[in-house]
């Protein structure tokens, strides 16, 4: 089992994965039939990479993508 941030049964230590993960069911996986693994891997990888980390805005993030909001937190501290 794995390491728990807060006491055993309290949801709120997994809700940010858990929200991730049914987001990537909703956008990925039930819209998508691979015939292998190695092509779910694929599929995966470019959903996350390619997608959420450099075109997917997030509301976190003041709207900017992941990628976006990294280069201007390296812009501002160097």
Request: aromatic letters at 8%.
């Given at each position: 089992?794995?390491?728990?941030?807060?006491?055993?049964g309290?949801?709120?230590?997994?809700?940010?994965m858990?929200?991730?993960?049914?987001?990537?069911?909703?956008?990925?996986?039930?819209?998508?039939?691979?015939?292998?693994?190695?092509?779910?891997?694929?599929?995966?990888?470019?959903?996350?990479?390619?997608?959420?980390?450099?075109?997917?805005i997030?509301?976190?993030?003041?709207?900017?993508?992941?990628?976006?909001?990294?280069?201007?937190?390296?812009?501002?501290?160097?």
């Amino acid at each position: 089992m794995p390491a728990r941030i807060s006491r055993k049964g309290n949801g709120y230590d997994h809700a940010l994965m858990e929200s991730w993960h049914s987001l990537l069911k909703k956008e990925l996986i039930d819209l998508t039939t691979c015939r292998t693994r190695e092509e779910a891997e694929r599929a995966i990888f470019a959903s996350i990479e390619i997608f959420s980390n450099r075109q997917r805005i997030h509301g976190g993030l003041d709207y900017q993508t992941p990628t976006e909001a990294d280069a201007a937190y390296h812009a501002r501290h160097g």
